[in-house]
């Protein structure tokens, strides 16, 4: 493999630990709230509005603007649990998935038109102070490895909270069992309300590290949604670990589309990769029926 | 048996399932060490009661007292901490994590926790099928098996008083035996361990409780102790067939 191809590797798994990040929260929320959350790329980009605005107008140091802009997102999160989705929580099955898309649609076109109108211009960039560093003669952006690197810890610890911990373990088996899980003493109300949080902060954090990599603008909420949707489809739409496979794999998948055919062929690609692979397994890649 | 006292008094009490009423006006009480069957055929409301008196169902009236605590209206993880804890027949596992997994959520609440290691030994000590699969997906397991999963997880939660609801239901007779086996076992273990059991099978149940009631319709129709009044009672021929 020589060395371009290899930085195409590292792109596609920066791009796809981001999407992971995002598509985890997704899952969950439909796990344990039976709600497909289609607002949550636009409570992501709300954050990242909010620490670009602070930035530019309030001289907030940067840490701190990044610290108010994913309370601003939990809050998001908060707001859609106890406030949106009330009425959605008082039907199940397929009653609850139908209405919990369409309230949930209709608040992302909300936010987006109230951000876009609003906030034009809230673009947040971070940029590192050394942008390039070398490695046996091949250069690499820090930003790929500081965004790499964090977002792979993250989605670690997510990985270590879900297996080990009392808490990880309650919503894994209310995923799996709700009336299970009620009979060993979890309260179900208060962890939906934590996965809200808890989705919150990662899709929170991963467009703070989207924005060490690229630009995040106040428009590309919807987009975020969309990508976290397929890798959630393609992971099996319950399994976080399957989700995070995906998002590694259309994450490098996507990379190589783009330099092979270019940007807008790569979306179209992209898309009929999914299509095939939903065609040999419809269960997503982990392949856990429902 | 040293007489101990009443752990769970239920009193009057109705309850349903929304608007279709289901209990009427059952009253029963178990006292500690003891093992009580409800008998009854199906759609008797046995379930409904063990529900109920779990807050899975809320009751329209009448009264739950554990430890003389009232406890009927509680959601449930207050009623699991108080120390109940409630094995239905459809088990309710979480399928895609091990048996070890799902022994250790058994084990969720704050008291359980401390006692973690002692109730597991004693879990894998009446069911050695378990120890042996304990990483095993429970979802992969054999009806039988998940079945001692589903009252190995209730009894992780360190209750004083086990709910049983028909442990021996779509079962080989081999693997009801296995069953009744492992919890006499855990009656001669652990002291003051008290069981309500509800089943249908009506051999197997007065073999192994001491005290019994008869439902049919929503209503206690008969009580009785296990080795006279029950077994030899009309209501035996009436409501049960046998």
């Known amino acids: 493999m020589d060395a371009s191809s290899l930085l195409f590797v590292l792109d596609g798994l920066v791009l796809g630990t981001i999407l992971s990040l995002i598509a985890v929260g997704l899952t969950m929320i439909y796990g344990l709230a039976g709600v497909l959350n289609l607002s949550h790329g636009e409570i992501l980009v709300t954050g990242t509005v909010a620490s670009s605005i602070l930035l530019q107008y309030t001289g907030l140091p940067l840490p701190l603007s990044l610290a108010a802009g994913v309370l601003v997102t939990i809050g998001a999160g908060v707001f859609i649990e106890k406030v949106i989705l009330r009425p959605v929580y008082a039907l199940e099955g397929d009653e609850r998935v139908l209405l919990g898309l369409y309230i949930t649609l209709a608040f992302s076109i909300l936010l987006h038109g109230i951000l876009l109108t609003t906030f034009p211009t809230a673009y947040l960039t971070i940029n590192l102070p050394t942008p390039t560093i070398d490695l046996n003669g091949i250069r690499l952006r820090t930003a790929q490895i500081f965004a790499g690197g964090f977002s792979s810890l993250f989605l670690v610890i997510l990985f270590f909270f879900l297996k080990r911990s009392w808490t990880g373990m309650a919503i894994r088996s209310l995923t799996q069992n709700e009336v299970g899980a009620l009979l060993v003493g979890v309260n179900v109300r208060r962890y939906r309300l934590l996965v809200f949080v808890l989705g919150s902060l990662l899709v929170a954090l991963a467009g703070i590290i989207r924005s060490v990599v690229a630009t995040v603008g106040p428009e590309n909420g919807f987009e975020f949604t969309i990508l976290a949707l397929l890798v959630c489809v393609v992971g099996g739409v319950r399994s976080v670990y399957g989700t995070i496979v995906a998002g590694l794999m259309l994450g490098v998948v996507y990379s190589f589309l783009v330099y092979l055919i270019g940007t807008y062929l790569a979306y179209v690609a992209l898309l009929a990769v999914v299509m095939v692979t939903l065609l040999v397994r419809p269960y997503g890649i982990v392949g856990e029926k429902l | 048996m040293r007489k101990l006292g009443s ?42 009661l063990l529900k109920t008196i779990m807050g899975m169902l809320k009751p329209y009236s009448g009264a739950v007292f554990f430890n003389s605590k009232r406890i009927d209206g509680q959601p449930t993880e207050k009623i699991v ?87 021996s239901t779509g079962l080989a007779p081999i693997m009801v035996k296995a069953i009744y086996n492992g919890l006499k076992r855990l009656m001669e273990v652990k002291q003051g361990f008290s069981i309500l059991l509800v089943e249908q099978r009506v051999k197997d149940a007065t073999e192994f409780a001491q005290k019994g009631y008869i439902m049919a319709n929503g209503r206690i129709v008969f009580e009785g102790d296990i080795a006279g009044d029950v077994r030899s009672s009309e209501f035996m021929h009436k409501y049960l067939g046998v």
């Open chain 2, 7 to 48: 752990l769970l008094r239920v009193q009057d009490l109705s309850s349903g399932y929304g608007e279709i009423q289901t209990l009427w006006g059952v009253s029963l009480n178990v006292d500690a060490g003891e093992v009580v069957a409800v008998l009854g055929p199906n759609g008797a409301g046995k379930t409904t």
């Open chain 2, 81 to 167: 901490a108080e120390g109940v804890s409630l094995s239905l027949a459809e088990k309710e596992l979480f399928p895609q994590m091990t048996v070890r997994e799902n022994l250790l959520l058994g084990a969720f609440n704050k008291r359980a926790r401390k006692k973690l290691e002692e109730n597991m030994e004693l879990v894998l000590d009446i069911f050695p099928r378990l120890r042996e699969r304990q990483n095993q997906k429970a979802g992969t397991m054999s009806g039988g098996e998940q079945q001692m999963l589903a009252i190995g997880r209730a009894l992780m939660a360190d209750a004083k008083l086990l709910l049983l609801d028909e442990p």
